[in-house]
């Protein structure tokens, strides 16, 4: 007769000859059940595994989407920029009004887009706080571009 410590190292499969190392620590249950997902005989492994997929989609979308925002607002800020060069230009009589004019009328469009752009996403991947942000300056740019008779 063998003793017993109170554990073993092996688990015993009666289907197969050889028997297969057992692990250590947390393990995942062996039972067939329901799960989260609603199907019988989905194992929890399995579960946790396509958990784990759909939250690294999830991250790699937030990232796809915070970095065409910040490409998207460096863009919005160079066209500030570029307004404001102009306007000055203006101001000091280098340029005349309607010059100023026709070169700034050709970027309202492309701009008033690229912040609805950004405000949507945000709206898209549930970033609320930057959406409520963004939300006013993006109902401006669109009455400012309603209100021209272009």
Same mark, same amino acid.
């Given at each position: 007769? %063998?003793?017993?410590?109170?554990?073993?190292?092996? *688990?015993?499969? %009666?289907?197969?000859? %050889?028997?297969?190392?057992? &692990?250590?620590?947390?393990?995942?249950? @062996? #039972?067939?059940?329901?799960?989260?997902?609603? &199907?019988?005989? @989905? +194992?929890?492994?399995?579960?946790?595994? *396509?958990? &784990?997929?759909? +939250?690294?989609?999830?991250?790699?979308?937030?990232?796809?989407?915070?970095?065409? #925002?910040? !490409?998207?607002?460096?863009?919005?800020?160079?066209?500030? @920029?570029?307004?404001?060069?102009? !306007?000055?230009? !203006?101001?000091?009589?280098?340029?005349?009004?309607?010059?100023?004019? #026709? *070169?700034?009328? *050709?970027?309202?469009?492309?701009?008033?887009?690229?912040?609805?752009?950004?405000?949507?996403?945000?709206?898209? #991947?549930? %970033?609320?706080?930057?959406?409520?942000?963004?939300?006013?300056?993006?109902?401006?740019?669109?009455? &400012?571009?309603?209100?021209?008779?272009?």
């Amino acid at each position: 007769m %063998h003793q017993n410590y109170g554990f073993r190292l092996f *688990k015993v499969d %009666h289907n197969s000859r %050889h028997a297969a190392p057992r &692990r250590r620590g947390r393990r995942a249950p @062996v #039972s067939w059940d329901q799960g989260l997902s609603g &199907r019988v005989g @989905v +194992r929890q492994p399995v579960l946790r595994k *396509k958990r &784990r997929r759909r +939250r690294r989609r999830r991250r790699r979308m937030e990232v796809v989407v915070f970095v065409f #925002s910040l !490409l998207d607002c460096c863009a919005l800020i160079f066209l500030s @920029v570029y307004f404001i060069i102009t !306007l000055s230009d !203006l101001e000091c009589d280098y340029i005349n009004a309607r010059s100023c004019c #026709s *070169k700034l009328n *050709k970027w309202v469009i492309p701009e008033l887009i690229g912040h609805a752009i950004v405000t949507v996403l945000m709206l898209i #991947s549930l %970033h609320w706080f930057i959406f409520l942000l963004n939300l006013p300056v993006a109902t401006w740019n669109i009455y &400012r571009g309603s209100r021209c008779p272009c």
